[in-house]
């Protein structure tokens, strides 16, 4: 079967292409998708095995990579997309309990649940708790000050939109955010928890029922049915723990910067790049990206 493998970094040296061309059949083609930084190369092989061989090569080099079969499904045309530290900097319930002085408190917590330690639905409840009085107007001063895409977000979005893709935000996250969020991005949809507002500030409750990992999985499938594409046609990111199983329920999941627990279950990974990585993995070159 014919793979291809991606290599992505800034930059990406001819040096990096030819330790891991040293390693893959003598007759594999290198395909530059952006100078400098990302190329594909085609070859014959098992796709495990070469991506293994070719980490091994690069010895810890700052190199993302990523082998899959090569063709026309490398183009996927559904991305769902988690958004705290994933198509933005941070997490937006840190940042709003910084408010409060509870930044520290809320983000182990946080932290605690990304990373898979405790359930997501407890920890959500216990800190939207923990942010009881804080009105609309401080969760606006939050987004306006703090919270900033990351990098490649934009273009991940509207490259793959402008090629015919759907794209949605599904956060467990708050919709005060989302909403926010996915117009400044680009995402066709978005969705997330809702918080509870009485007399214009929070309650301390979250609408019931939670948008959890499940549910984020029920909504990758639902996109997907919705618009009767194969699994292999979807694309899913996220970076922590409640991002598992959409991530490997996607065509190409990808653990974007992502907490031990995600980045070992995850066949695709970014530990490097920016998101414009993702682009990349689907064979777009650097001409038809986005801006």
Same mark, same amino acid.
């Given at each position: 079967?014919s793979?291809?493998?991606?290599?992505i970094?800034?930059?990406?040296t +001819?040096?990096h292409?030819r330790?891991?061309?040293?390693?893959?059949p003598?007759d594999?083609?290198v395909d530059?998708l952006?100078?400098?930084?990302?190329? +594909?190369l085609?070859?014959?092989?098992?796709?495990e095995?070469s991506?293994?061989?070719?980490?091994d090569?690069?010895?810890?080099a700052p190199v993302?990579l990523?082998?899959?079969a090569d063709?026309?499904?490398?183009r996927?045309?559904?991305?769902v997309?988690?958004?705290?530290?994933?198509i933005i900097?941070g997490?937006?319930?840190?940042?709003?309990?910084?408010?409060?002085?509870?930044?520290?408190?809320?983000?182990?917590?946080?932290e605690?649940?990304?990373?898979?330690?405790?359930?997501?639905a407890d920890?959500?409840?216990?800190?939207?708790?923990?942010?009881?009085?804080l009105a609309?107007? +401080?969760l606006?001063?939050v987004?306006?000050?703090?919270i900033?895409?990351?990098?490649?977000a934009?273009?991940l979005?509207?490259t793959?939109?402008?090629h015919g893709?759907?794209? #949605?935000l599904?956060?467990g996250?708050?919709?005060?955010?989302t909403e926010?969020?996915?117009?400044?991005?680009?995402?066709?949809?978005h969705q997330?928890?809702?918080l509870?507002?009485?007399?214009?500030?929070l309650d301390?409750?979250?609408?019931e029922?939670i948008?959890?990992?499940?549910?984020?999985?029920?909504?990758?499938?639902s996109?997907?049915?919705r618009?009767?594409l194969?699994p292999?046609?979807?694309l899913a990111?996220?970076?922590? #723990?409640?991002d598992?199983?959409m991530?490997?329920?996607?065509?190409?999941?990808?653990?974007?910067?992502?907490?031990?627990?995600?980045?070992?279950a995850a066949?695709?990974?970014?530990?490097?790049g920016d998101l414009?990585?993702?682009?990349y993995l689907?064979?777009y070159?650097a001409?038809?990206?986005q801006?």
């Amino acid at each position: 079967m014919s793979q291809v493998l991606t290599l992505i970094a800034k930059p990406l040296t +001819d040096g990096h292409v030819r330790l891991v061309l040293a390693v893959l059949p003598q007759d594999t083609e290198v395909d530059w998708l952006a100078p400098g930084q990302a190329c +594909d190369l085609r070859f014959a092989g098992a796709a495990e095995d070469s991506e293994r061989a070719a980490r091994d090569a690069l010895s810890g080099a700052p190199v993302d990579l990523f082998c899959q079969a090569d063709g026309p499904v490398r183009r996927r045309e559904l991305l769902v997309a988690d958004m705290d530290s994933t198509i933005i900097t941070g997490e937006c319930i840190d940042e709003m309990a910084g408010v409060i002085g509870r930044k520290a408190q809320v983000a182990d917590i946080t932290e605690r649940a990304m990373a898979g330690e405790i359930s997501f639905a407890d920890a959500l409840r216990e800190r939207a708790g923990m942010l009881t009085g804080l009105a609309a107007a +401080d969760l606006q001063a939050v987004y306006d000050r703090r919270i900033h895409l990351n990098s490649g977000a934009r273009e991940l979005v509207a490259t793959m939109r402008a090629h015919g893709a759907v794209t #949605a935000l599904v956060s467990g996250g708050f919709t005060f955010f989302t909403e926010r969020v996915a117009a400044a991005a680009g995402f066709d949809h978005h969705q997330a928890n809702e918080l509870r507002f009485v007399d214009g500030r929070l309650d301390g409750s979250v609408m019931e029922p939670i948008l959890g990992p499940q549910e984020k999985l029920a909504a990758l499938r639902s996109f997907a049915a919705r618009l009767k594409l194969a699994p292999e046609a979807t694309l899913a990111v996220g970076d922590g #723990a409640n991002d598992l199983a959409m991530v490997k329920a996607a065509g190409l999941g990808v653990a974007y910067h992502a907490k031990p627990v995600l980045a070992a279950a995850a066949r695709a990974r970014i530990e490097y790049g920016d998101l414009t990585a993702l682009l990349y993995l689907q064979g777009y070159r650097a001409d038809q990206i986005q801006i």
